[in-house]
T-cell receptor, first 114, second 113 residues
Framework: GNSVTQMEGPVTLSEEAFLTINCTYTATGYPSLFWYVQYPGEGLQLLLKATKADDKGSNKGFEATYRKETTSFHLEKGSVQVSDSAVYFCALTREGGGADGLTFGKGTHLIIQP | GAVVSQHPSRVICKSGTSVKIECRSLDFQATTMFWYRQFPKQSLMLMATSNEGSKATYEQGVEKDKFLINHASLTLSTLTVTSAHPEDSSFYIC?????????FGPGTRLTVL
């Protein structure tokens, strides 16, 4: 079956540091890949997505590239802010476009210190 | 836009009782909604896909007679946990699909005593 593995947290960084959160997946076919963010007390929000190999999703300074050869979708940001503190989930769908239910990783709690 | 609400946000019930959780899409219509369950420090697990006007599709290992799903309108899906037991205590999250994206509710914390 499909599965998503992401680095365990919490990840603690200083403001303006470079961020990488690793995500690898196992899936059949051609899944779409997503990063969701959950701020304290709020529901999950889509951060970015990529629907085919070599696509790069980007939003709010975050980027992730769909790497089929390494089955990875690592999340990066060049300079994090305190407001980026949240839980980040890597996810995939069984088919392109989000029409299907999502398979999530366990989430990575990111803490940014001023 | 694309707001999804859940009610209640938290509920405590006695073992053996049933609890209903509502998921509403407030500003759009959703023919498909999803129900997820999240254990502490674990990922969200897809429980079922709820389709308006038809029976829900349950994931393997999810008891359909225990977790009753009704999607009676284009803006409302309900999850009823029947004869709840302490092991059903969890965080339940719904999402509603709009075009090619899912929008998530804030979740419902269920505690079964």
């Amino acid at each position: 079956g499909n599965s998503v593995t992401q680095m365990e947290g919490p990840v603690t960084l200083s403001e303006e540091a470079f961020l990488t959160i690793n995500c690898t997946y196992t899936a059949t076919g051609y899944p779409s890949l997503f990063w969701y963010v959950q701020y304290p007390g709020e529901g999950l929000q889509l951060l970015l997505k990529a629907t085919k190999a070599d696509d790069k999703g980007s939003n709010k300074g975050f980027e992730a590239t769909y790497r089929k050869e390494t089955t990875s979708f690592h999340l990066e940001k060049g300079s994090v802010q305190v407001s980026d503190s949240a839980v980040y989930f890597c996810a995939l769908t069984r088919e392109g476009g989000g029409a299907d239910g999502l398979t999530f990783g366990k989430g990575t709690h990111l803490i940014i210190q001023p | 836009g694309a707001v999804v609400s859940q009610h209640p946000s938290r509920v405590i019930c006695k073992s053996g009782t049933s609890v209903k959780i509502e998921c509403r899409s407030l500003d759009f219509q959703a023919t498909t909604m999803f129900w997820y369950r999240q254990f502490p420090k674990q990922s969200l697990m897809l429980m079922a896909t709820s389709n308006e006007g038809s029976k829900a599709t349950y994931e393997q290992g999810v008891e359909k007679d225990k977790f009753l799903i009704n999607h009676a309108s284009l803006t409302l899906s309900t999850l009823t946990v029947t004869s709840a037991h302490p092991e059903d205590s969890s965080f339940y999250i719904c999402s509603a699909r709009l075009v090619r994206e899912q929008f998530f509710g804030p979740g419902t914390r269920l505690t079964v005593l």
